[in-house]
């Protein structure tokens, strides 16, 4: 898996606070020694790391709780968004270029970053999006790289285009270019000749390059084995020209990978692909949120942050939570959480955000479809604010009333009231569990 060690400590790191009995500063301290221990053995950055460490404790303690959610599930979220925030954040998405224009990549990196096999690499992924490819070989300055990168592009089916002699990279790049996007290729990539920070007449003509072709994309290419010189590799080539995407190599295995990654705070550019083997299939878009999920080994991880991100977002008053928490729960009750979690789907997420929900519900008590939502929330509305505060007042003739003002019948309003009495059940059961937890009183949602 990439980046083994740094994948255990970090998931290390998360069990200790969801193993601890009570989340306090002592443990939030600890956990924040792991989390900076593990990435500095991974040789990212330490300035990142104190950084990185420092929104940690800070946003733990200083947060509001949103309602239902508690302190150790509040600091796994963190983790979780600081870590994905370093690597770009949630908004990274998957390359789209358009189809039927062209879209011209500059390839650049130093040499030995492997920008030759990741444009093979490219090709493949791009080729299966449907997307027909070029590769231009702007490279005159490696030995071979002509003919490594013509029998490459070859395998991976894209047309290619270079000149034997010319001593001119820019006046290559230009005229490649044009050749293919008169042939009508969808996706053109220019392969650059390696470059280190420090040979400026490269540097020089990388700009020239950029100035000549006007690439609608420039993708740094880094090798994941190079550590913390990842920063100033890419500091260097972004003050030469702006950086767009990074393509990270290399990451089958290499335990230095977290250094290569702090190169995404250093530029602002996102790591768009990354490159795990030697094969041209060997790519993975990368995705900030799922790559954090692998090092912390989520699993049920995943679908606690899922759970706090829910409830942040949810516009469910802490009124309405602290009724269900503490027991209480009318009709009343039931239509504004319908009314506000329509979209998060059923009941059972509402009971399942509550901290010590351990209840094997059954199917027809968690039954909520959107139809039947909808169904509901119109017969609820054709209620009287008694009806709805003290549902155990409808009768027969208070069931037929409602249900020709909603447009139902007698039986739908049975059925609306036999869910109501199901959940109101297992609420109860839920709220006399968490009574008997450590820690907490009268029912009171626990946060720690």
């Known amino acids: 898996m990439v980046l083994e060690g740094l994948s255990g400590s970090l998931s290390g790191a998360i069990k200790k606070v969801l193993r601890a009995p009570v989340v306090d500063e002592k443990v939030v301290k600890e956990l924040v020694r792991d989390i900076q221990r593990a990435l500095l053995q991974s040789d990212v950055n330490v300035k990142l790391v104190l950084d990185l460490s420092k929104n940690i404790e800070r946003r733990v303690f200083e947060e509001e709780l949103p309602p239902g959610i508690t302190r150790r599930e509040l600091a796994v979220k963190v983790v979780y968004d600081e870590l994905t925030a370093l690597l770009g954040g949630e908004k990274a998405q998957p390359p789209k270029y358009p189809r039927g224009k062209t879209t011209v990549l500059l390839l650049v990196g130093i040499q030995g970053s492997g920008k030759t096999t990741s444009s093979s690499k490219l090709t493949w992924y791009l080729k299966r999006q449907g997307l027909s490819v070029g590769v231009v070989c702007a490279d005159?300055?490696?030995?071979?790289?002509?003919?490594?990168?013509?029998?490459?592009?070859?395998?991976?089916?894209?047309?290619?285009?270079?000149?034997?002699?010319?001593?001119?990279?820019?006046?290559?790049?230009?005229?490649?270019?044009?050749?293919?996007?008169?042939k009508g290729i969808e996706v053109i990539m220019v392969d650059t000749a390696g470059r280190h920070k420090n040979e400026g007449d490269l540097i020089k003509e990388m700009k020239e390059i950029v100035a000549a072709v006007s690439p609608d994309e420039i993708v740094l290419v880094l090798d994941g084995t190079i550590g913390q010189q990842a920063m100033q590799q890419a500091e260097a080539f972004n003050a030469a020209t702006k950086i767009g995407t990074i393509f990270l190599t290399k990451l089958d295995g290499s335990a230095r990978g977290g250094g290569a990654l702090s190169a995404v705070a250093a530029t602002g550019a996102p790591i768009r692909f990354i490159?795990?083997?030697?094969?041209?299939?060997?790519?993975?878009?990368?995705?900030?949120?799922?790559?954090?999920?692998?090092l912390l080994g989520m699993g049920d991880v995943e679908a606690l942050v899922e759970k706090v991100k829910e409830m942040q977002m949810s516009s469910a008053s802490k009124q309405d939570l602290s009724a269900l928490a503490s027991g209480r729960f009318t009709l009343k009750d039931l239509y504004n959480q319908m009314q506000s979690l329509r979209?998060?789907?059923?009941?059972?997420?509402?009971?399942?955000?509550?901290?010590?929900m351990g209840i094997s519900m059954p199917k027809e008590a968690m039954d909520l479809s959107e139809e039947r939502m909808k169904k509901w929330m119109v017969i609820m509305q054709s209620m009287t604010e008694a009806e709805l505060t003290e549902p155990h007042i409808i009768d027969g003739s208070r069931a037929r009333r409602i249900a020709k003002g909603s447009g139902t019948t007698p039986k739908d309003v049975k059925e609306l009231l036999d869910q109501y009495r199901m959940s109101k059940k297992f609420i109860k059961q839920m709220v006399t569990k968490q009574r008997r937890l450590p820690g907490v009183k009268g029912g009171a949602v626990p946060r720690f």
């Open 140 to 182: 005159n300055f490696r030995a071979g790289a002509y003919d490594q990168l013509k029998q490459l592009a070859e395998k991976a089916g894209a047309e290619f285009y270079g000149e034997r002699g010319n001593p001119s990279a820019v006046a290559i790049a230009e005229n490649g270019v044009k050749e293919l996007k008169a």
């Open 275 to 294: 490159g795990t083997g030697e094969g041209i299939e060997e790519i993975e878009v990368f995705s900030p949120p799922r790559f954090v999920g692998r």
């Open 343 to 356: 979209k998060m789907g059923p009941l059972s997420k509402i009971l399942q955000s509550l901290p010590g």
